[in-house]
């Protein structure tokens, strides 16, 4: 197992509209902090290479940095925090500035260009609040991405974020595309745009962060794969395969955008070794049996081995259970491949 993801907590000072496990003040405070360094130990000597914590608000744990420390210096793990940083005050701050800046990368929640956009869906003056923190970040040293979810309210605002990106001291952007679960699903309202609008979008959004000299990731991703091993196919993701998520309760999920999908529970890691899990669940043998080879949607697609068949989380959303749906972000990964193949 080479990724780890702790969902360290489901409670969070802020209430996301489009939060896909509904967080919020007052919800759960997750794990014991023992708990997670036992699970994060056993994984660790089983060839742990990457750690990502989230939540939840991550830092509105008082023991987290406890956590990021063991995790960095004890085990030597590349970490990554993803948080909206509207908490950076007093003792947190204090903390953040003694954490190993070669070792741990922060993730910065921001969905708008502007507090109009971004705070009624993040919360009012979630916006000054988070470009503050993305900024105190990068000027103590450390790597920084942004990342936004994409709406239609958003939409005509993406190309305007990588600049916003760069002036905050961010190394790169990135677009995440809205899960069809939590309180997005709930509601409803205006998270999910149309498909050829959003393709257009991230071809703008590409532009700009070119023009500007920012990684655009979802870019990157893409070119990593249509330039990389030859002969290297890629299907689907690497949940079930080297990547696990423990949520806030300790039950196993193969991936943190899912947890908590009573279908897709693996395991729990208060009871259960997380190689155990990924030896025994039945879950994890169902989601590598699965593969692109014997997706309909895709089978007359020749970019469907550069493209991994698409998320098989969105299909699943979307579909109701199925993993070998259709996604439906799916024009977004080929329309990408076609930029890195053709420029």
């Given at each position: 197992?080479?990724?780890?993801?702790?969902?360290?907590?489901?409670?969070?000072?802020?209430s996301?509209?489009?939060?896909?496990?509904?967080?919020?003040?007052g919800?759960?405070?997750?794990?014991?902090l023992?708990q997670?360094?036992?699970?994060?130990?056993?994984?660790?000597?089983?060839?742990?290479?990457?750690?990502?914590?989230?939540?939840?608000?991550?830092?509105?744990?008082?023991?987290?940095?406890?956590?990021?420390?063991?995790?960095?210096?004890?085990?030597?793990?590349?970490?990554?925090?993803?948080?909206?940083?509207t908490?950076?005050?007093?003792?947190?701050?204090?903390?953040?500035?003694?954490?190993?800046?070669?070792?741990?990368?922060?993730?910065?929640?921001?969905?708008?260009?502007?507090?109009?956009?971004?705070?009624?869906?993040?919360?009012?003056g979630?916006?000054?609040?988070?470009?503050?923190?993305?900024?105190?970040?990068?000027?103590?040293?450390?790597?920084?991405?942004?990342?936004?979810?994409?709406?239609?309210?958003?939409?005509?605002?993406?190309p305007?974020?990588?600049?916003?990106?760069?002036?905050?001291?961010?190394?790169?952007?990135?677009?995440?595309?809205?899960?069809?679960?939590?309180?997005?699903?709930?509601?409803?309202?205006?998270f999910f745009?149309?498909?050829?609008?959003?393709?257009?979008?991230?071809?703008?959004?590409?532009?700009?962060?070119?023009?500007?000299?920012?990684?655009?990731?979802?870019?990157?991703?893409?070119?990593?794969?249509?330039?990389?091993?030859?002969?290297?196919?890629?299907?689907?993701?690497?949940?079930?395969?080297?990547?696990?998520?423990?949520?806030?309760?300790?039950?196993?999920?193969?991936?943190?955008?899912?947890a908590?999908?009573?279908?897709?529970?693996?395991?729990?890691?208060?009871?259960?070794?997380?190689?155990?899990?990924?030896?025994?669940?039945?879950?994890?043998?169902?989601?590598?049996?699965?593969?692109?080879?014997?997706?309909?949607?895709?089978?007359?697609?020749?970019?469907?081995?550069?493209?991994?068949?698409?998320?098989?989380?969105?299909?699943?959303?979307?579909?109701?259970g199925?993993?070998?749906?259709?996604?439906?972000?799916?024009?977004?990964?080929?329309?990408?491949?076609?930029?890195?193949?053709?420029?």
């Amino acid at each position: 197992m080479q990724e780890l993801w702790l969902q360290v907590n489901n409670a969070c000072n802020l209430s996301c509209a489009h939060c896909l496990v509904s967080s919020g003040p007052g919800k759960e405070t997750g794990l014991p902090l023992d708990q997670l360094l036992h699970t994060l130990d056993h994984a660790a000597e089983r060839g742990l290479e990457r750690l990502y914590i989230t939540g939840g608000e991550p830092f509105v744990r008082r023991d987290l940095f406890a956590l990021l420390r063991h995790a960095t210096e004890e085990r030597g793990l590349e970490t990554i925090v993803l948080t909206n940083a509207t908490v950076f005050q007093g003792r947190v701050r204090q903390e953040i500035e003694q954490l190993d800046r070669s070792r741990v990368r922060f993730q910065v929640s921001l969905d708008g260009a502007r507090p109009e956009t971004n705070d009624p869906v993040r919360g009012p003056g979630t916006f000054a609040k988070a470009l503050a923190g993305a900024r105190l970040l990068a000027d103590l040293g450390y790597e920084v991405a942004l990342t936004t979810v994409t709406t239609r309210r958003n939409l005509a605002e993406l190309p305007e974020l990588p600049r916003l990106a760069r002036e905050a001291g961010a190394k790169s952007h990135h677009l995440m595309w809205t899960h069809k679960r939590g309180r997005a699903a709930a509601s409803l309202n205006g998270f999910f745009p149309e498909m050829a609008e959003l393709v257009a979008a991230v071809h703008r959004t590409a532009d700009a962060a070119e023009a500007v000299g920012l990684a655009f990731d979802n870019l990157e991703a893409v070119k990593r794969r249509g330039n990389g091993v030859p002969g290297i196919k890629y299907d689907f993701g690497n949940g079930g395969w080297d990547s696990l998520c423990v949520n806030f309760d300790g039950k196993v999920y193969p991936t943190a955008a899912l947890a908590n999908e009573p279908r897709l529970l693996c395991g729990d890691a208060t009871r259960q070794d997380l190689a155990e899990i990924l030896e025994r669940s039945s879950v994890v043998r169902e989601l590598r049996a699965a593969t692109v080879a014997r997706k309909p949607a895709v089978a007359d697609d020749p970019f469907r081995f550069f493209t991994g068949g698409g998320d098989w989380e969105h299909a699943w959303c979307f579909s109701g259970g199925d993993p070998l749906a259709a996604d439906p972000y799916y024009p977004i990964q080929t329309a990408l491949v076609r930029r890195v193949m053709t420029t």
